[in-house]
C-alpha cells in the first residue's frame, strides 16, 4: 500500500500560507486535499478564510483546524490523532497539506511521522518554506549581521539572540523547498541580494523560487517524493538540544465585533494601533451592511491589505472577527479599545 504523502507548509507570521494553500485547493487538478491548519492562539481564523472556497477538491469537512497550541507542542496530544482520523477514512485524501503557525519548529512535526501507526502509511513529501521577500527587503527577519546590530541599537530590549531569528532559521534548514514570496513589493535587484542572503541559510540542491501571491503550479510544490521523516536527524536546528520550547515571548488574542457600517474607520484605527503597540499581525475578515461578500484583512507590520474575498455562506453568521499577535505584554486593552471605538450597524 503506498503512503498518503503530506506536505508540510512554513512561514513566519505574515509570509503568505494561508493565500498560497487557497491557491492550491483552486488548482488542485483532481487531487483529494486535505488541509490540517494550525494557528497560534486559543481561537482559529485561517481555518474560517480558507473554508468556504467551493472547491471540491477540499472540502469544509477536510479542513481541520488545530487551535490548541503550536503543533510542534502538541504533537501526541492533537497532531497525531488527527492523522490518524484521515488515513483511516475510507478513501483517504490523495494528499495532506499542513500549515504550521508561524511559530512552529518544523522537526518536531516532521518526527512524529515516526510514529507506529503513522510511518507506514504517510510520508512527508517535502517541507515548503514560505518566506515575505517586501519583510526581508526591510531588514526584519533577516541574518545581516549590519542589519541585526542595527535593530538592536535601536531597541535596547534587544540584548540576546532573537527566537524570532531562530525559527527563520530553523525554517529555512528544514526546507526542500523555498519560496520567496510577495516580490511583487520588491525590486529585482534587491531580490537577487536576498536570495543570495538566503542560500547560505538552505542545504546544498534546496531550491529558491520567486512568488506573487503564493502563486505557483502545485505540480512543483507537491510531489517532491522527499521522505523527509528518514532523514530529519541531518537537518540542523537550534533547538536539537531542548526537550520543547515555548513562546513566551509572543502573545495572542481574538477580537470579535459585531456588523459594521463603514469598514474604514477600523481600518484607520487599526493602522493607529499597529503603529502604537507592539503588533506583529492581523488576520480577519468583517461583516459591511449592504454587502454580500465578506470583507478580508490582512496586515503584516505596517503593512494592512484588505479586499472582497467570497460570499457569506447562507448557514454563516455574519460577524467581524480579527485575530490580533504581538509581542508579549503588548496591552491588549488598548489595543481592544482602539479597535472597539467602531459604528455598529443596527
Not at 512561514?11 to 494553500?21: N, R, S
Not at 531562530?166 to 536570495?195: H, I, S, Y
Not at 499577535?325 to 491588549?332: F, S, T, Y
Request: aromatic content about 4%.
Amino acid at each position: 500500500m503506498s503512503k498518503v504523502p503530506a506536505t508540510v507548509i512554513t512561514g513566519f507570521l505574515g509570509a503568505g500560507k494561508t493565500t498560497l494553500i487557497r491557491h492550491l485547493i483552486e488548482n488542485a487538478d483532481g487531487r483529494r486535499l486535505a488541509l490540517i491548519i494550525n494557528e497560534f492562539g486559543d481561537v482559529g481564523v485561517d481555518g474560517a478564510l480558507v473554508k468556504g472556497c467551493g472547491d471540491d477538491a477540499c472540502p469544509d469537512e477536510d479542513i481541520i483546524e488545530l487551535a490548541n497550541g503550536c503543533i510542534c507542542c502538541t504533537v501526541a496530544d492533537d497532531f497525531l490523532p488527527t492523522m490518524q482520523r484521515l488515513l483511516d477514512r475510507d478513501v483517504p485524501p490523495d494528499h495532506i497539506i499542513i500549515e504550521t503557525s508561524g511559530l512552529a519548529l518544523p522537526k518536531p512535526l516532521v518526527k512524529a511521522f515516526q510514529w507506529p501507526g503513522i510511518r507506514t502509511r504517510a510520508t512527508v513529501d517535502g517541507v515548503v518554506a514560505l518566506i515575505d521577500a517586501d519583510a526581508l527587503a526591510a531588514g526584519r527577519f533577516a541574518h545581516d549581521e549590519e542589519a541585526l546590530a542595527a535593530a538592536r541599537a535601536a531597541d535596547p530590549t534587544l540584548d540576546h539572540d532573537s527566537p524570532i531569528e531562530e525559527l527563520f532559521e530553523d525554517q529555512l534548514a528544514c526546507a526542500d523547498l523555498v519560496l520567496l514570496n510577495k516580490t511583487d513589493l520588491v525590486e529585482p535587484g534587491r531580490l537577487a541580494e536576498l536570495e543570495t542572503s538566503l542560500a547560505t541559510e538552505i542545504r546544498p540542491g534546496v531550491r529558491i523560487l520567486r512568488t506573487a501571491r503564493g502563486e505557483i503550479d502545485p505540480a512543483v510544490l507537491l510531489g517532491l517524493d522527499a521522505g523527509v521523516e528518514d532523514q530529519i536527524d541531518t537537518r540542523p536546528s537550534h533547538h536539537d538540544d531542548e526537550e520543547d520550547h515555548d513562546h513566551e515571548d509572543f502573545d495572542s488574542f481574538v477580537l470579535d465585533l459585531g456588523e459594521l457600517g463603514n469598514p474604514a474607520p477600523l481600518l484607520a484605527a487599526l493602522e493607529q494601533a499597529i503603529a502604537a503597540h507592539d503588533i506583529l499581525r492581523v488576520k480577519g475578515f468583517v461583516a459591511v451592511t449592504g454587502r454580500p461578500a465578506r470583507l478580508l484583512i490582512q496586515a503584516v507590520g505596517p503593512r494592512i491589505q484588505h479586499h472582497y474575498d467570497r460570499h457569506w455562506q447562507a448557514e454563516e453568521q455574519r460577524a467581524s472577527r480579527l485575530v490580533v499577535i504581538g509581542q508579549a505584554g503588548m496591552d491588549r486593552a488598548a489595543i481592544e479599545a482602539m479597535l472597539r471605538q467602531q459604528p455598529v450597524a443596527a
